[in-house]
């Protein structure tokens, strides 16, 4: 199938799936019923072969380009059939474990969060470390087959809901740096590890504390060489800079096109309408480049930190203008769409900070692309 018939295809089985595919509750039903939720779209689409396409075949994919999967998540966001943070973990995560994992391995674990079946984590942050991953201190010690994990994990997203981990371990000596970390997949269900939600300001408890009390992992979990898992974190990082992206724009896009249909007339002050317009189409050209490029097959690096910087711009400015159209909705929460406009404003202002810092992107572009070395 070539990207136009998938497009067509999945068009016309969108429309005679809508009323199934959207959520019962309405938005805003709260994150269990999101889970829900998703994991019905996911095993429909799957089911159905479109979740399939984009992937290769060695984990469950038909092959076809990656442009499918991006399509795939900008037809869902745009229908307002999906909250793209949730969705797109896959997008994050998968690609890493195709490229690191056993292929033993690959195949059996992504068909499952293809399908929705299973839910993964990320456990990269920690209480001492966010933006200077490297000095991770989370503890993973070879004995024998296993790996046996001690640390803490913070800002884990969904980790109460999660299957599996993809987990980053300090293997060598606490002044190894970037130098001794490796990645592995840990199962959620293992003995020693407990979750704790965390309350974010938008009245959500999507992240969570993970604590790793002498977890055993199999050492055949290794993702990539021992002491090589920050190779593996660079990798993934610019996936989650890439198609998550990509779907977080389209959503942003319908929730723009929401507000001026149904905002008051004169509610807009037209230099921030500009802005925010402007931002979206920015970020959508650029975006797109990068999906082509990965669908050449290009490796994707430090360029995407430009797509990062111009999507927290976009959802920023987005919710500034919903902010300022309806002011009452964002202070009170009972606009006529419950408190989803206040929800979502509160976390636009994550946008700077999940996946790598503004603050660190542009340092990043500066120093990587820019060659502006500075002191560092
Ligand atoms: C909604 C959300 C979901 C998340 N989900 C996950 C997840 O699933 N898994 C996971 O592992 N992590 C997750 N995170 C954590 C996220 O990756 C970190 O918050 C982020 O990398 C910043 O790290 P930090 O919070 O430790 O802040 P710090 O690194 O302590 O930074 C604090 C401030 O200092 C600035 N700063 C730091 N160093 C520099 C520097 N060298 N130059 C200039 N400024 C600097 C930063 O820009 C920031 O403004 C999530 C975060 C959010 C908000």
């Known amino acids: 199938m070539d990207l136009q018939e998938f497009r067509a295809g999945l068009d016309a089985w969108l429309a005679g799936h809508e009323p199934e595919l959207r959520a019962e509750s309405g938005p805003g039903a709260g994150l269990d019923e999101e889970m829900r939720h998703l994991s019905k779209v996911k095993r429909m689409a799957y089911d159905a072969g479109w979740m399939r396409w984009g992937w290769p075949e060695r984990v469950g994919g038909f092959g076809g380009t990656t442009l499918m999967r991006a399509y795939l998540g900008e037809a869902l966001a745009a229908r307002d059939l999906i909250e793209p943070g949730i969705y797109s973990m896959t997008e994050v995560l998968a690609p ?19 399908r929705g079946d299973e839910t993964w984590c990320q456990g990269f942050s920690e209480p001492g470390t966010g933006s200077n991953l490297g000095s991770l201190a989370c503890r993973a010690r070879r004995d024998g087959g296993v790996w046996r994990v001690t640390g803490q994990k913070v800002w884990t997203s969904l980790a109460q809901y999660a299957h599996r981990c993809v987990l980053l371990t300090r293997t060598g000596t606490p002044e190894s740096g970037s130098r001794g970390i490796t990645a592995m997949l840990a199962d ?25 009390d002498d977890v055993r992992v ?22 989650e800079r890439s198609t998550s992206l990509w779907h977080r724009g389209a959503y942003l896009r319908q929730r723009l ?19 925010a317009v402007q931002a979206a189409f920015a970020f959508h050209a650029r975006s797109r480049e990068t999906q082509h490029r990965m669908a050449r097959g290009e490796r994707l690096g430090p360029e995407t930190s430009v797509d990062k910087v111009l999507l927290a711009t976009t959802e920023q400015a987005v919710y500034d203008l919903v902010a300022g159209a309806v002011p009452a909705d964002i202070a009170l929460g009972d606009g006529a769409d419950g408190d989803r406009w206040r929800t979502e404003f509160l976390y636009s202002r994550a946008a700077t900070i999940y996946g790598g810092s503004a603050e660190i992107q542009r340092d990043i572009i500066a120093r990587r692309l820019l060659g502006l070395e500075g002191g560092r």
């Open 96 to 114: 890493t474990m195709i490229e690191y994992a056993r292929p033993e391995l690959a195949a059996e674990t992504v068909p499952r969060l293809l």
């Open 188 to 212: 959620m269900d293992a003995p020693g590890i407990t979750v704790r939600p965390i309350r974010a300001m938008h009245g959500r408890d999507e992240f969570c504390e993970v604590f790793f």
């Open 218 to 239: 199999p050492v055949d979990r290794t993702l990539g060489e021992v002491d090589g898992g920050w190779g593996v974190a660079m990798d993934l990082l610019p996936y």
């Open 257 to 275: 096109g929401h507000l001026l249909a149904t905002a008051p007339d004169g509610a807009f002050d037209p230099a921030e309408l500009g802005e």
